[in-house]
């Protein structure tokens, strides 16, 4: 089902369409003599990705998931919301967010640029609460080495203690880590790292599970603003990062809404 999932999803993604209408509409200017419907086609695979690609579409898709919960900047003062205020933070448990396997490169390289920031926010919100222990978590479907254990290795080379350490490596995807949440806090209040636009949908799985993590959003598609005017004009690869991440988020929240995965 991880695999099925993953490989049907970009066919979702404004590319992927845009794409594929131009092919369609190539294919039926040249062997057909339906040149509306062609002209059409090709007309609607521009606009696809045209929108996709600009902030003024992008910006406000992703702003409306990253929005939804603030940066916890001072762990030690988190949002008064789950009811348990006085009970320390025991566990700053970070979601892998990919990664790859070359020996001859750094660890800080392996890993996705989303796993990097979160390996780095973790660290950060560790070391402001000395008794707690980092969670990594994240698994691997094809290479020796797992998310989980490249994180690691990371914050072993910057200084973090290993005792500090907890690895859950068998996890693939955001629903199996909630489900191995309990296990490893055991009711303890936790902090709950990943990139901005997932945490909703992983606050709302691992809520499911009966848990109250605290959030900690990091690795914002979206900051310092919308920029200057210029950025609206013209189109970017970066947008369109923004606007396939949304739809990758909100497939993901939609399938697990079906399975009964979440409550809200």
Do not use: C
């Not at 600009?54 to 910006?59: F, G, K, L």
């Not at 191995?180 to 009711?187: D, E, I, R, S, T």
């Amino acid at each position: 089902m991880f695999m099925l999932k993953k490989a049907l999803t970009p066919l979702l993604f404004p590319l992927t369409v845009s794409l594929a209408l131009l092919a369609v509409g190539l294919l039926t200017l040249w062997f057909s003599r339906r040149r509306k419907t062609a002209g059409f086609l090709l007309l609607a695979a521009a606009l696809l990705l045209a929108a996709a690609s600009h902030h003024p579409i992008s910006d406000p898709l992703v702003a409306s998931l990253e929005g939804r919960y603030p940066p916890l900047l001072d762990p030690k003062r988190p949002p008064r919301s789950d009811g348990r205020e006085d009970e320390p933070i025991r566990w700053v448990f970070v979601l892998g967010g990919g990664n790859s396997y070359d020996p001859g490169l750094p660890v800080a390289s392996q890993l996705s640029d989303s796993s990097l920031v979160r390996v780095v926010e973790g660290m950060r919100l560790h070391r402001l609460l000395p008794e707690s222990r980092l969670i990594f978590s994240g698994g691997s479907t094809s290479h020796p080495v797992t998310e989980a254990e490249n994180m690691a290795s990371l914050a072993l080379q910057l200084g973090v203690a290993p005792a500090a350490i907890v690895l859950e490596k068998e996890t693939l995807d955001t629903e199996s880590q909630a489900r191995a949440a309990p296990a490893l806090v055991k009711g303890d209040r936790f902090i709950l790292v990943t990139s901005a636009i997932h945490m909703p949908r992983s606050m709302a799985l691992f809520r499911r599970q009966g848990l109250r993590p605290i959030p900690a959003p990091v690795g914002h598609i979206i900051a310092g603003g919308t920029g200057p005017a210029s950025r609206g004009f013209y189109p970017s690869a970066y947008a369109l990062h923004g606007t396939q991440t949304f739809i990758y988020e909100r497939v993901g929240y939609l399938w697990a809404w079906i399975r009964g995965l979440t409550k809200e």
